[in-house]
């Protein structure tokens, strides 16, 4: 079945660092993914998607290029903030029935001062 | 655009009383809404899918006479917690979206306590 792989946290960064957070996934045919991030104490929102092969979805300086040779979409940032403090979620959208999402556990980010 | 609400955000209650959760999409008519539990540090586990009119479908291990949902109209989907146990205590989230559509957008989420 379908699946989603992250990267285990807590990742731990001090302000202005550099940000990789990998992702990769098990699929029958060509999903649609995703980057969601959770606040503490809120629902998902999404970050940015990407729906075919060699796509990059971006959005507030974060961006995850969909690499089908390697079935991996990582999540980048240049320079990270405090406020980007968070939990991040990869996941897939299956292409049958409803489109259901399939998720990764999280990734949790702490960023320092 | 693509809000979707939750309420009550937090609700605490009795063992053995029913709790009821709303989710609205604000802005747009949500063919298909998601219902979601998620446990402390943990990953979204999806309990059900909805559609508007018709019964929900749910994830095979979750009780759908304990789990009551109801998508009575494209902009409202209901979750009840029936005869709520300390072990349904969680964070239920929803989402919504558009026929054809690939994207979630999810709700704010509800923390139910039971007591």
């Known amino acids: 079945g379908n699946s989603v792989t992250q990267m285990e946290g807590p990742v731990t960064l001090s302000e202005e660092a550099f940000l990789t957070i990998n992702c990769t996934y098990t699929a029958t045919g060509y999903p649609s993914l995703f980057w969601y991030v959770q606040y503490p104490g809120e629902g998902l929102q999404l970050l940015l998607k990407a729906t075919k092969a060699d796509d990059k979805g971006s959005n507030k300086g974060f961006e995850a290029t969909y690499r089908k040779e390697t079935t991996s979409f990582h999540l980048e940032k240049g320079s990270v903030q405090v406020s980007d403090s968070a939990v991040y979620f990869c996941a897939l959208s299956d292409q049958t029935g409803f489109q259901k999402l399939v998720f990764g556990t999280g990734t949790r980010l702490l960023v320092s001062p | 655009g693509a809000v979707v609400s939750q309420h009550p955000s937090w609700v605490i209650c009795k063992s053995g009383t029913s709790v009821k959760i709303e989710c609205r999409s604000l802005d747009f008519q949500a063919t298909t809404m998601f219902w979601y539990r998620q446990f402390p540090k943990q990953s979204l586990m999806l309990m059900a899918t909805s559609n508007e009119g018709s019964k929900a479908t749910y994830e095979q291990g979750v009780e759908k006479d304990k789990f009551l949902i109801n998508h009575a109209s494209l902009t409202l989907s209901t979750l009840t917690v029936t005869s709520a146990h300390p072990e349904d205590s969680s964070f239920y989230i929803c989402?919504?979206?558009?026929?054809?559509?690939?994207?979630?957008?999810f709700g704010p989420g509800t923390r139910l306590t039971v007591l």
């Open positions: 989402s919504a979206k558009l026929a054809g559509a690939d994207t979630q957008y």
